[in-house]
Nanobody, 123 residues
Framework: QVQLVQSGGGLVQAGGSLRLSCAASGLKVSKYVMGWFRQSRGKEREFVAVIGWSGGTILYSAFAKGRFTVSRDNAKNTVFLQMNSPKPEDKGVYYC????????????????WGQGTQVTVSS
């Protein structure tokens, strides 16, 4: 059974840092496109960042570029989202997901999702 278990969310000061983890079982993160999305109340799930199964493809949304970093540890079968200098508008529930189509910017293409973790940014 596939599971994506997320951790690392919480309250962070603006300008601080936070690292989100997504530990996979039942699949290998090295064989899936692993994406990060976020969702705020009243909004649709929004693409944040992605890492391809080879590790060579890493892409970010405009708001994440230069501040967030996605990475993967194959030995731990875990992907990460490092959030540096978060802003209050970064608040939301962050989700990791796994998909195969490489149309990674669309949430509907993802086969599996983590449970989500809340991120709150204080000023």
């Amino acid at each position: 059974q596939v599971q994506l278990v997320q951790s690392g969310g919480g309250l962070v000061q603006a300008g601080g840092s936070l690292r989100l983890s997504c530990a996979a079982s039942g699949l290998k993160v090295s064989k899936y496109v692993m994406g990060w999305f976020r969702q705020s109340r009243g909004k649709e799930r929004e693409f944040v960042a992605v890492i391809g199964w080879s590790g060579g493809t890493i892409l970010y949304s405009a708001f994440a570029k230069g501040r967030f970093t996605v990475s993967r540890d194959n030995a731990k079968n875990t992907v990460f989202l490092q959030m540096n200098s978060p802003k209050p508008e970064d608040k939301g529930v962050y989700y990791c997901g796994a998909e195969r189509t490489y149309k990674y910017q669309y949430a509907e293409n993802y086969d599996y999702w983590g449970q989500g973790t809340q991120v709150t940014v204080s000023s």
